[in-house]
Protein backbone atom coordinates (compact mmCIF):
# COMPACT_ATOMS: atom_id res chain seq x y z
CA UNK A 1 0.00 0.00 0.00
CA UNK A 2 1.04 3.66 -0.69
CA UNK A 3 1.79 5.01 3.45
CA UNK A 4 2.06 8.47 3.19
CA UNK A 5 3.31 9.41 0.23
CA UNK A 6 5.97 6.52 0.14
CA UNK A 7 6.06 3.04 -1.10
CA UNK A 8 6.16 0.04 0.56
CA UNK A 9 7.96 -3.40 -0.53
CA UNK A 10 4.62 -4.89 -1.62
CA UNK A 11 3.68 -2.14 -3.81
CA UNK A 12 6.97 -2.74 -6.03
CA UNK A 13 5.11 -6.06 -6.95
CA UNK A 14 2.13 -4.79 -7.47
CA UNK A 15 3.58 -2.44 -10.32
CA UNK A 16 5.90 -4.94 -11.57
CA UNK A 17 2.42 -7.46 -11.80
CA UNK A 18 0.18 -4.75 -13.06
CA UNK A 19 2.95 -3.53 -15.92
CA UNK A 20 3.27 -7.53 -17.00
CA UNK A 21 -0.38 -7.86 -17.28
CA UNK A 22 -0.69 -4.41 -19.65
CA UNK A 23 -2.54 -2.76 -17.27
CA UNK A 24 -2.91 1.11 -18.05
CA UNK A 25 -1.34 2.98 -15.05
CA UNK A 26 -1.65 2.52 -11.19
CA UNK A 27 -4.17 -0.06 -10.65
CA UNK A 28 -2.95 -1.65 -7.77
CA UNK A 29 -6.85 -1.80 -5.81
CA UNK A 30 -8.35 -3.50 -9.08
CA UNK A 31 -5.95 -6.64 -8.22
CA UNK A 32 -8.28 -9.58 -6.20
CA UNK A 33 -7.56 -10.25 -2.95
CA UNK A 34 -5.84 -13.48 -3.99
CA UNK A 35 -3.15 -11.79 -6.49
CA UNK A 36 -2.96 -9.41 -3.47
CA UNK A 37 -1.99 -12.04 -0.73
CA UNK A 38 -0.27 -13.92 -3.11
CA UNK A 39 2.15 -10.18 -3.70
CA UNK A 40 2.67 -9.81 0.15
CA UNK A 41 3.60 -13.11 0.66
CA UNK A 42 6.47 -12.64 -1.97
CA UNK A 43 7.38 -9.38 -0.04
CA UNK A 44 7.94 -11.37 3.14
CA UNK A 45 10.03 -13.63 1.03
CA UNK A 46 12.22 -10.41 -0.13
CA UNK A 47 12.49 -9.23 3.42
CA UNK A 48 14.64 -11.89 4.15
CA UNK A 49 17.25 -10.45 2.40
CA UNK A 50 17.72 -8.22 5.40
CA UNK A 51 19.32 -11.47 7.39
CA UNK A 52 21.61 -11.89 4.35
CA UNK A 53 22.69 -8.27 5.05
CA UNK A 54 23.07 -8.22 8.25
CA UNK A 55 25.17 -11.63 8.63
CA UNK A 56 27.56 -10.59 5.96
CA UNK A 57 28.22 -7.64 7.56
CA UNK A 58 29.10 -9.11 10.70
CA UNK A 59 31.24 -11.41 9.33
CA UNK A 60 33.01 -9.07 6.76
CA UNK A 61 33.53 -6.29 10.25
CA UNK A 62 33.46 -8.32 12.94
CA UNK A 63 35.01 -11.54 12.08
CA UNK A 64 37.13 -10.00 9.75
CA UNK A 65 36.83 -12.32 6.80
CA UNK A 66 35.80 -12.38 3.07
CA UNK A 67 32.25 -13.53 1.88
CA UNK A 68 34.35 -16.49 0.09
CA UNK A 69 35.11 -17.56 3.39
CA UNK A 70 31.60 -18.20 4.45
CA UNK A 71 31.54 -20.34 1.94
CA UNK A 72 30.75 -18.67 -1.30
CA UNK A 73 34.10 -19.05 -3.97
CA UNK A 74 33.41 -18.43 -6.86
CA UNK A 75 35.42 -20.97 -8.33
CA UNK A 76 32.29 -24.02 -9.35
CA UNK A 77 29.70 -21.85 -8.17
CA UNK A 78 26.95 -22.18 -10.91
CA UNK A 79 28.03 -25.78 -11.21
CA UNK A 80 27.51 -26.25 -7.27
CA UNK A 81 24.37 -24.31 -7.78
CA UNK A 82 22.64 -26.36 -10.51
CA UNK A 83 24.06 -29.60 -9.04
CA UNK A 84 21.98 -28.38 -5.78
CA UNK A 85 18.78 -27.51 -7.52
CA UNK A 86 18.87 -31.07 -9.06
CA UNK A 87 19.49 -33.01 -5.73
CA UNK A 88 16.71 -30.56 -3.65
CA UNK A 89 14.08 -31.38 -6.55
CA UNK A 90 14.48 -35.01 -6.51
CA UNK A 91 14.44 -35.40 -2.43
CA UNK A 92 11.10 -33.42 -2.36
CA UNK A 93 10.06 -35.36 -5.47
CA UNK A 94 10.15 -38.20 -4.26
CA UNK A 95 8.77 -37.55 -0.72
CA UNK A 96 5.52 -36.74 -2.73
CA UNK A 97 5.64 -39.57 -5.18
CA UNK A 98 5.58 -41.61 -1.63
CA UNK A 99 2.68 -39.59 -0.15
CA UNK A 100 1.25 -40.42 -3.65
CA UNK A 101 1.97 -43.79 -3.38
CA UNK A 102 0.89 -44.21 -0.30
CA UNK A 103 -2.90 -42.72 -0.98
CA UNK A 104 -2.06 -39.63 1.12
CA UNK A 105 -2.61 -37.03 -1.21
CA UNK A 106 -3.73 -36.86 -4.76
CA UNK A 107 -2.49 -35.78 -8.01
CA UNK A 108 -5.07 -33.13 -9.40
CA UNK A 109 -3.27 -32.20 -12.71
CA UNK A 110 -2.46 -28.61 -14.25
CA UNK A 111 -3.74 -26.05 -12.19
CA UNK A 112 -6.05 -23.33 -13.81
CA UNK A 113 -4.75 -21.17 -10.98
CA UNK A 114 -1.15 -20.92 -12.79
CA UNK A 115 -0.13 -17.33 -12.93
CA UNK A 116 3.84 -16.77 -14.42
CA UNK A 117 4.40 -13.77 -13.33
CA UNK A 118 3.68 -14.76 -9.73
CA UNK A 119 5.47 -17.99 -10.19
CA UNK A 120 8.71 -15.95 -11.09
CA UNK A 121 8.07 -13.78 -8.83
CA UNK A 122 8.00 -16.65 -5.98
CA UNK A 123 10.59 -18.28 -7.38
CA UNK A 124 13.03 -15.38 -6.95
CA UNK A 125 11.94 -14.36 -3.27
CA UNK A 126 12.52 -18.31 -2.63
CA UNK A 127 16.24 -17.48 -3.99
CA UNK A 128 16.40 -14.95 -1.41
CA UNK A 129 14.63 -16.91 1.43
CA UNK A 130 16.50 -20.03 1.24
CA UNK A 131 19.83 -18.44 0.57
CA UNK A 132 19.11 -15.92 4.09
CA UNK A 133 18.58 -18.93 6.19
CA UNK A 134 21.38 -21.53 4.87
CA UNK A 135 23.91 -18.46 5.20
CA UNK A 136 22.58 -17.83 8.82
CA UNK A 137 22.55 -21.29 9.89
CA UNK A 138 24.74 -23.35 7.29
CA UNK A 139 26.79 -20.51 7.10
CA UNK A 140 27.51 -18.43 9.86
CA UNK A 141 26.52 -20.71 12.90
CA UNK A 142 28.19 -23.90 11.24
CA UNK A 143 31.35 -23.03 10.34
CA UNK A 144 31.63 -20.95 13.39
CA UNK A 145 30.76 -24.00 16.40
CA UNK A 146 32.90 -26.38 14.12
CA UNK A 147 35.91 -24.16 14.53
CA UNK A 148 35.61 -23.30 18.03
CA UNK A 149 34.64 -26.96 18.61
CA UNK A 150 33.65 -30.06 16.85
CA UNK A 151 31.76 -31.00 13.89
CA UNK A 152 29.24 -32.81 15.37
CA UNK A 153 28.12 -30.18 17.85
CA UNK A 154 27.91 -27.68 15.34
CA UNK A 155 25.94 -29.80 12.97
CA UNK A 156 23.12 -29.86 15.54
CA UNK A 157 23.14 -26.64 16.93
CA UNK A 158 22.47 -25.19 14.00
CA UNK A 159 19.98 -27.99 13.06
CA UNK A 160 18.00 -27.15 15.67
CA UNK A 161 17.87 -23.16 15.70
CA UNK A 162 16.80 -23.81 11.97
CA UNK A 163 13.88 -25.95 13.40
CA UNK A 164 13.26 -23.56 16.28
CA UNK A 165 12.75 -20.49 13.97
CA UNK A 166 9.50 -22.61 12.58
CA UNK A 167 8.18 -23.02 15.94
CA UNK A 168 5.75 -20.23 15.39
CA UNK A 169 4.49 -21.13 12.06
CA UNK A 170 1.43 -22.38 11.30
CA UNK A 171 -0.14 -25.86 11.73
CA UNK A 172 3.47 -26.75 13.11
CA UNK A 173 3.65 -30.43 15.05
CA UNK A 174 6.55 -32.47 16.88
CA UNK A 175 7.23 -34.53 13.84
CA UNK A 176 7.34 -31.36 12.25
CA UNK A 177 9.82 -29.80 14.43
CA UNK A 178 11.58 -33.27 13.91
CA UNK A 179 11.90 -32.79 10.16
CA UNK A 180 13.62 -29.36 10.48
CA UNK A 181 15.83 -30.63 12.27
CA UNK A 182 16.57 -33.48 10.08
CA UNK A 183 16.58 -31.36 7.16
CA UNK A 184 19.28 -29.02 9.10
CA UNK A 185 21.50 -31.84 9.62
CA UNK A 186 21.32 -33.43 6.13
CA UNK A 187 22.08 -29.49 4.32
CA UNK A 188 24.73 -29.24 6.73
CA UNK A 189 26.04 -32.70 5.93
CA UNK A 190 25.89 -31.69 2.35
CA UNK A 191 27.26 -28.22 2.55
CA UNK A 192 30.34 -30.21 4.30
CA UNK A 193 30.64 -32.58 1.44
CA UNK A 194 30.43 -30.07 -1.25
CA UNK A 195 32.76 -27.58 0.93
CA UNK A 196 30.54 -24.10 -0.01
CA UNK A 197 27.22 -22.65 0.23
CA UNK A 198 25.99 -23.13 -3.53
CA UNK A 199 24.01 -26.06 -3.03
CA UNK A 200 22.36 -25.64 -0.03
CA UNK A 201 21.40 -22.22 -0.98
CA UNK A 202 20.18 -23.95 -4.74
CA UNK A 203 18.62 -27.04 -2.45
CA UNK A 204 16.51 -25.04 -0.24
CA UNK A 205 15.19 -23.03 -3.05
CA UNK A 206 13.45 -25.13 -5.02
CA UNK A 207 12.68 -27.70 -1.79
CA UNK A 208 10.35 -24.50 -1.36
CA UNK A 209 9.20 -23.68 -4.70
CA UNK A 210 8.81 -27.33 -5.87
CA UNK A 211 5.99 -27.73 -2.56
CA UNK A 212 4.47 -24.83 -2.72
CA UNK A 213 4.36 -23.53 -6.65
CA UNK A 214 4.82 -26.91 -8.41
CA UNK A 215 2.36 -29.10 -6.24
CA UNK A 216 0.52 -26.95 -4.38
CA UNK A 217 0.93 -27.48 -0.89
CA UNK A 218 1.67 -25.11 1.95
CA UNK A 219 5.31 -24.57 2.51
CA UNK A 220 5.91 -25.09 6.11
CA UNK A 221 2.36 -24.00 7.20
CA UNK A 222 2.27 -20.57 4.91
CA UNK A 223 -0.81 -20.16 2.81
CA UNK A 224 -0.70 -21.89 -0.25
CA UNK A 225 0.01 -20.26 -3.36
CA UNK A 226 0.07 -20.19 -6.82
CA UNK A 227 1.45 -22.89 -8.36
CA UNK A 228 1.23 -25.12 -11.40
CA UNK A 229 -0.01 -28.76 -10.53
CA UNK A 230 -3.11 -29.07 -7.94
CA UNK A 231 -2.69 -31.16 -4.90
CA UNK A 232 -5.33 -33.09 -2.66
CA UNK A 233 -4.78 -33.67 0.46
CA UNK A 234 -6.33 -36.94 2.21
CA UNK A 235 -7.67 -36.60 5.81
CA UNK A 236 -6.82 -39.79 6.66
CA UNK A 237 -3.11 -39.51 5.66
CA UNK A 238 -2.21 -36.26 8.14
CA UNK A 239 0.58 -38.14 9.40
CA UNK A 240 1.89 -38.79 5.95
CA UNK A 241 1.32 -35.42 4.54
CA UNK A 242 1.99 -33.04 7.44
CA UNK A 243 -1.77 -31.91 6.79
CA UNK A 244 -1.61 -27.93 6.73
CA UNK A 245 2.34 -27.54 7.19
CA UNK A 246 2.67 -29.05 4.31
CA UNK A 247 5.04 -32.38 3.78
CA UNK A 248 7.48 -30.71 6.09
CA UNK A 249 5.03 -32.16 8.85
CA UNK A 250 4.55 -35.77 7.50
CA UNK A 251 6.57 -39.19 7.62
CA UNK A 252 6.87 -39.23 4.15
CA UNK A 253 9.65 -36.85 4.30
CA UNK A 254 10.92 -38.12 7.39
CA UNK A 255 11.90 -40.97 5.41
CA UNK A 256 13.47 -38.96 2.52
CA UNK A 257 14.92 -36.94 5.23
CA UNK A 258 16.63 -40.12 6.85
CA UNK A 259 17.91 -41.99 3.66
CA UNK A 260 19.73 -38.61 2.22
CA UNK A 261 21.78 -38.23 5.64
CA UNK A 262 22.53 -42.09 5.85
CA UNK A 263 23.92 -41.57 2.08
CA UNK A 264 25.96 -38.02 3.36
CA UNK A 265 27.33 -40.15 6.32
CA UNK A 266 28.52 -42.83 3.84
CA UNK A 267 29.67 -40.26 1.56
CA UNK A 268 31.39 -38.20 4.28
CA UNK A 269 33.22 -41.69 5.39
CA UNK A 270 34.97 -42.40 2.53
CA UNK A 271 35.72 -39.18 2.06
CA UNK A 272 36.47 -37.44 5.01
CA UNK A 273 34.86 -34.16 4.17
CA UNK A 274 35.74 -31.11 6.46
CA UNK A 275 33.81 -27.87 6.61
CA UNK A 276 35.38 -26.03 3.91
CA UNK A 277 37.58 -27.00 0.88
Known sequence: MLLNGTFSLPDVFYLFYDYNLGLMGYQMMELSVSVQSQLSMISSLFLDAVILLIVFLFWKFFCKKGISELGFERRYALREYLAGLVVGLVLFTGAYVLCVMTGAVDFSGFSLEADK???????????????????????????????????????????????????TNSGVSALALVNLFLFGVMTSL??????????????????????????????????????????????????LHGAAF?????????????????????????????IYK
Open 246 to 274: GLEGGLCVTVVMLLAVGILLFVGRRNHFA
Open 190 to 239: YCLWRGNLWGVCAFHTVWNFTQGNVFGISVSGNEKAVSIFATELSESGSL
Open 117 to 167: WLLVLFFLGYIVQGAAEEVLCRGFILRYLKESGSAVVAILVNSALFSVIHI
